[in-house]
């Protein structure tokens, strides 16, 4: 698929894959990055200006607050428009241990990792359809492929954000607009940095951040609607399904 002018927009500004998603395509095009204390973010802003924007613009975006997405999501499209790519990144990992018992805490993750994503994703998917155009790009996670007792509230909201998902590209069908959902392993950078630094180790086929961009950009640019990274998980989790409970609950992050 060759690249044509219209922006690119990052929901969650911030992040590491967002950012080096937009840095990859951000040559001749206005990138919008779009995050809490939007005014901070200096050395995203460098990046993508050296990648080639034509312009980058910051704007305030609050994932948790859903009564503000939907203005919101038709102001950037009205003021930015045409959208080429729409980047939902932005979530938060948690801390599985606290949200075993802490509700409050549980019921953020799944806020933010599931019913805010929601709540960008529909409005996205209005104002694109409108617009006849656009990709979406959606990050899921192999961790919802099937959910694992180390971390099941993380991965269940994984899990329900890719059904959605799913079924969001299936209604997109004909529109126009395409959504790209990827499915990543462990990814190594800032998300992962704590469990790290408690003695978590990378899972098995880790990636970073890098590695998942350029394999969402190269998704992208061949019309896809759905990316694997590494692409070993695919027949790995396939494998994964089938293995008694028993084995299962006992598997590590």
Same mark, same amino acid.
């Given at each position: 698929?060759?690249?044509?002018?219209g922006?690119?927009?990052?929901?969650?500004?911030?992040?590491?894959?967002?950012?080096a998603?937009? $840095?990859?395509l951000?040559?001749?095009r206005?990138v919008?990055?779009?995050?809490?204390?939007?005014?901070e973010?200096?050395? $995203?802003?460098?990046?993508?200006?050296?990648?080639?924007?034509?312009?980058?613009?910051?704007?305030a975006?609050?994932?948790?607050?859903?009564? %503000?997405?939907?203005?919101?999501?038709?102001?950037?499209?009205?003021?930015?428009?045409?959208?080429?790519?729409?980047?939902?990144?932005?979530?938060?990992?948690?801390?599985?241990?606290?949200?075993?018992?802490?509700?409050?805490?549980?019921?953020q993750?799944?806020?933010?990792?599931?019913?805010?994503?929601?709540?960008?994703?529909?409005?996205?998917?209005?104002?694109?359809?409108?617009?006849? %155009?656009?990709?979406?790009?959606?990050?899921?996670?192999?961790?919802?492929?099937?959910?694992?007792?180390?971390?099941?509230?993380?991965?269940?909201?994984?899990?329900?954000?890719? /059904?959605?998902? %799913?079924?969001? %590209?299936?209604?997109?069908?004909?529109?126009?607009?395409?959504?790209?959902?990827?499915?990543?392993?462990?990814?190594? /950078?800032?998300?992962?940095r704590?469990?790290?630094?408690?003695?978590?180790?990378?899972?098995?086929?880790?990636?970073?951040?890098d590695?998942?961009?350029?394999?969402?950009?190269r998704?992208?640019?061949?019309?896809?609607? $759905?990316?694997?990274?590494?692409?070993?998980?695919?027949?790995?989790?396939?494998?994964?399904?089938?293995?008694?409970?028993?084995?299962?609950?006992r598997?590590?992050?």
């Amino acid at each position: 698929m060759a690249d044509s002018p219209g922006s690119v927009i990052v929901f969650g500004g911030r992040s590491e894959i967002g950012v080096a998603v937009a $840095e990859r395509l951000a040559a001749g095009r206005t990138v919008v990055l779009a995050a809490r204390r939007h005014d901070e973010l200096t050395d $995203e802003r460098a990046r993508l200006e050296a990648a080639g924007a034509t312009r980058v613009v910051q704007v305030a975006f609050d994932a948790d607050d859903t009564a %503000s997405h939907t203005e919101l999501v038709g102001r950037l499209v009205a003021d930015h428009g045409p959208v080429e790519v729409a980047v939902v990144a932005f979530g938060i990992l948690g801390d599985q241990q606290r949200a075993e018992t802490d509700v409050e805490h549980a019921l953020q993750i799944a806020h933010t990792d599931y019913v805010a994503q929601i709540s960008v994703l529909t409005p996205l998917a209005n104002v694109l359809r409108a617009q006849g %155009s656009g990709t979406i790009v959606v990050f899921s996670s192999v961790a919802g492929i099937r959910v694992r007792r180390a971390n099941y509230v993380y991965g269940s909201t994984k899990a329900g954000l890719d /059904g959605f998902a %799913s079924g969001l %590209s299936d209604a997109l069908h004909g529109s126009g607009v395409r959504l790209l959902l990827v499915r990543s392993g462990f990814v190594i /950078g800032a998300m992962t940095r704590d469990l790290m630094a408690a003695g978590t180790k990378p899972a098995p086929l880790s990636v970073t951040a890098d590695a998942v961009a350029d394999s969402v950009v190269r998704a992208y640019r061949r019309g896809r609607g $759905e990316v694997w990274t590494p692409w070993a998980m695919r027949p790995m989790f396939i494998g994964m399904r089938l293995l008694p409970r028993v084995i299962w609950r006992r598997l590590p992050r």
